[in-house]
C-alpha cells in the first residue's frame, strides 16, 4: 500500500471483524467440516460414499472411518484459523487503519490453508487429501473419470465448486489485493482488481468444468451408441445436453452483471433499465431451471412428474418409492430450501451488487448459505445414486 490506511474509502464495520481474506478461509473451512458430516451420517444409514466415488476401502479395521479422517482434517485447519483470528483481533480492536496495515496475518493463514493440502502430514490422511488434489487437477480442466475410475466423485466435486464460485471470485480479489501498492487485501473490497473481467472470469470456471464434462458424457453415450450399433439403455445422451444447458445459463448471468457494474450507453447500446430485464430474466431461468434439476434428475423425486407418478401409492406424495431417509418432511423440507436458496445463490452470482459497501456482511451470508444448501443437497445426490 502506498498511502496511510487512514485515507481508503471507510471500511464497513462487518470487514473490521472479518476482512475478506479471513471470510474466504472460513467458508472453506465450513466446506470440510460439512463434508465430514455428509460422510458420517451417510455412513450411518449404510449408503457407502468411498464406494461410490470409487475410493479406496481402509485395509485394516483399526484405521479411522472416512469421516473421522475429514475431522481431523476440519480441526488442523481450525484451530490456526481460531488462533489467528484471535491475535488479528487483538491487534486491531476493530480500528480500520490496524485492520489494513495487519493484512498479513489472514494471508498467513491462507498459506497455512494450501500447505495443509499439499505437504505430506501423515495424520492428516494423506492418501485422502493426494486423492482429493488429484482430482482437483483432473477437474480443473473440465476432465471426467470413467464410472470405474471414480466419474461420480468427480462430479460431485466439480458441482460443489460451482457452490463456491463467488468464493473463487473473492479469492482472487484478496490475493490481487495483497500484491497490489495500492491495496490492503483486509481494506474494502476492490472487485475491479486485476480488470473489469477478471472476476467474472473466474466465477465462471466452475460452470466451465461442469459443462464440459457435461458435453465428455453426452460424446461418450453418444460413441458408445455407434460401437453398439443402437441406442443403449441410458438413450442417447440428451439428458446430458440439457445439463449442459443448465450450467450455461449462468454465464448470461456473469456476463450481463459484469456489463451492468461498468454500464456504458455508447458500448452496449441498451438502456440501463433494458439490460437489468434482461439480467434478470436470466438470473430467474438459472434459478429455477437449476432448481428443477435439483429435483428431478439430481434427487430423482416425482415432484415434476406427470399427475400419475407423484400420486403413485408406492410413495408419498412427490417424492420416489426407494428412500434412506424415511421421514417424508426431510424431502419436503430440503426441497423448500433449495427452492429458497437456488433463488438468492443466483443474485449472488452477480458481481455489480458487491460494490455497495454495506452489503458486504450479506454477500458472506449468502456465501455461507450456499454452503448450506449444497450441504443438503450432497445428502440426497447420494442416496439417490446409492439406489440405482
Same mark, same amino acid.
Given at each position: 500500500?502506498?498511502?496511510?490506511?487512514?485515507?481508503?474509502?471507510?471500511?464497513?464495520?462487518?470487514?473490521?471483524?472479518?476482512?475478506?481474506?479471513?471470510?474466504?478461509?472460513?467458508?472453506?473451512?465450513?466446506?470440510?467440516?460439512?463434508?465430514?458430516?455428509?460422510?458420517?451420517?451417510?455412513?450411518?444409514?449404510?449408503?457407502?460414499?468411498?464406494?461410490?466415488?470409487?475410493?479406496?476401502?481402509?485395509?485394516?479395521?483399526?484405521?479411522?472411518?472416512?469421516?473421522?479422517?475429514?475431522?481431523?482434517?476440519?480441526?488442523?485447519?481450525?484451530?490456526?484459523?481460531?488462533?489467528?483470528?484471535?491475535?488479528?483481533?487483538?491487534?486491531?480492536?476493530?480500528?480500520?487503519?490496524?485492520?489494513?496495515?495487519? %493484512?498479513?496475518?489472514?494471508?498467513?493463514?491462507?498459506?497455512?490453508?494450501?500447505?495443509?493440502?499439499?505437504?505430506?502430514?501423515?495424520?492428516?490422511?494423506?492418501?485422502?487429501?493426494? @486423492?482429493?488434489?488429484?482430482?482437483?487437477?483432473?477437474?480443473?480442466?473440465?476432465?471426467?473419470?470413467?464410472?470405474?475410475?471414480?466419474?461420480?466423485?468427480?462430479?460431485?466435486?466439480?458441482?460443489?465448486?460451482?457452490?463456491?464460485?463467488?468464493?473463487?471470485?473473492?479469492?482472487?480479489?484478496?490475493?490481487?489485493?495483497?500484491?497490489?501498492?495500492?491495496?490492503?487485501?483486509?481494506?474494502?473490497?476492490?472487485?475491479?482488481?486485476?480488470?473489469?473481467?477478471?472476476?467474472?472470469?473466474?466465477?465462471?470456471?466452475?460452470?466451465?468444468?461442469?459443462?464440459?464434462?457435461?458435453?465428455?458424457?453426452?460424446?461418450?453415450? =453418444?460413441?458408445?451408441?455407434?460401437?453398439?450399433?443402437?441406442?443403449?439403455?441410458?438413450?442417447?445422451?440428451?439428458?446430458? #445436453?440439457?445439463?449442459?444447458?443448465?450450467?450455461?445459463?449462468?454465464?448470461?448471468?456473469?456476463?450481463?452483471?459484469?456489463?451492468?457494474?461498468?454500464?456504458?450507453?455508447?458500448?452496449?447500446?441498451?438502456?440501463?433499465?433494458?439490460?437489468?430485464?434482461?439480467?434478470?430474466?436470466?438470473?430467474?431461468?438459472?434459478?429455477?431451471?437449476?432448481?428443477?434439476?435439483?429435483?428431478?434428475?439430481?434427487?430423482?423425486?416425482?415432484?415434476?412428474?406427470?399427475?400419475?407418478?407423484?400420486?403413485?401409492?408406492?410413495?408419498?406424495?412427490?417424492? =420416489?418409492?426407494? @428412500?434412506?431417509?424415511?421421514?417424508? %418432511?426431510?424431502?419436503?423440507?430440503?426441497?423448500?430450501?433449495?427452492?429458497?436458496?437456488?433463488?438468492?445463490?443466483?443474485?449472488?452470482?452477480?458481481?455489480?451488487?458487491?460494490?455497495?459497501?454495506?452489503? %458486504?456482511?450479506?454477500?458472506? #451470508?449468502?456465501?455461507?448459505?450456499?454452503?448450506?444448501?449444497?450441504?443438503?443437497?450432497?445428502?440426497? @445426490?447420494?442416496?439417490?445414486?446409492?439406489?440405482?
Amino acid at each position: 500500500m502506498d498511502g496511510d490506511p487512514a485515507v481508503e474509502p471507510e471500511l464497513d464495520a462487518f470487514s473490521r471483524i472479518l476482512p475478506l481474506p479471513y471470510r474466504v478461509a472460513l467458508i472453506i473451512v465450513l466446506g470440510v467440516w460439512a463434508w465430514g458430516l455428509n460422510l458420517h451420517y451417510l455412513s450411518l444409514i449404510k449408503i457407502d460414499v468411498p464406494a461410490l466415488i470409487r475410493y479406496p476401502s481402509r485395509a485394516s479395521p483399526t484405521h479411522p472411518p472416512h469421516h473421522l479422517s475429514c475431522y481431523r482434517v476440519a480441526t488442523f485447519l481450525t484451530i490456526p484459523l481460531a488462533i489467528s483470528l484471535l491475535f488479528f483481533w487483538a491487534l486491531t480492536h476493530g480500528s480500520a487503519a490496524a485492520v489494513q496495515r495487519w %493484512e498479513v496475518l489472514p494471508q498467513l493463514y491462507l498459506l497455512v490453508l494450501v500447505l495443509a493440502f499439499a505437504l505430506p502430514i501423515p495424520f492428516l490422511s494423506r492418501s485422502g487429501r493426494f @486423492r482429493t488434489l488429484a482430482t482437483f487437477k483432473r477437474i480443473s480442466i473440465g476432465g471426467l473419470a470413467e464410472a470405474q475410475d471414480g466419474k461420480f466423485g468427480d462430479i460431485l466435486l466439480a458441482d460443489a465448486l460451482t457452490s463456491y464460485a463467488k468464493v473463487l471470485g473473492d479469492l482472487f480479489v484478496a490475493l490481487c489485493m495483497f500484491f497490489s501498492s495500492e491495496h490492503s487485501s483486509t481494506g474494502r473490497p476492490d472487485r475491479a482488481c486485476g480488470g473489469k473481467f477478471i472476476v467474472p472470469f473466474i466465477i465462471s470456471i466452475p460452470s466451465l468444468i461442469r459443462l464440459r464434462q457435461c458435453l465428455i458424457e453426452y460424446f461418450r453415450v =453418444r460413441n458408445g451408441n455407434k460401437r453398439s450399433g443402437g441406442v443403449a439403455s441410458t438413450g442417447w445422451g440428451g439428458v446430458h #445436453l440439457a445439463n449442459a444447458l443448465k450450467y450455461s445459463t449462468a454465464f448470461p448471468v456473469i456476463i450481463l452483471s459484469a456489463l451492468q457494474r461498468g454500464y456504458d450507453p455508447a458500448n452496449i447500446g441498451m438502456s440501463e433499465a433494458g439490460l437489468f430485464r434482461l439480467w434478470l430474466f436470466f438470473v430467474f431461468l438459472n434459478s429455477f431451471y437449476s432448481f428443477y434439476w435439483d429435483v428431478a434428475r439430481d434427487w430423482d423425486l416425482t415432484l415434476f412428474s406427470t399427475l400419475q407418478a407423484r400420486n403413485s401409492p408406492e410413495h408419498p406424495y412427490g417424492l =420416489r418409492r426407494h @428412500r434412506y431417509f424415511h421421514a417424508p %418432511e426431510l424431502y419436503y423440507g430440503a426441497i423448500v430450501i433449495d427452492f429458497m436458496l437456488r433463488c438468492t445463490w443466483s443474485f449472488k452470482l452477480s458481481p455489480h451488487l458487491d460494490h455497495f459497501n454495506d452489503l %458486504e456482511g450479506g454477500i458472506f #451470508l449468502m456465501e455461507a448459505l450456499e454452503v448450506l444448501r449444497r450441504w443438503i443437497w450432497i445428502f440426497f @445426490r447420494v442416496e439417490s445414486e446409492w439406489g440405482e
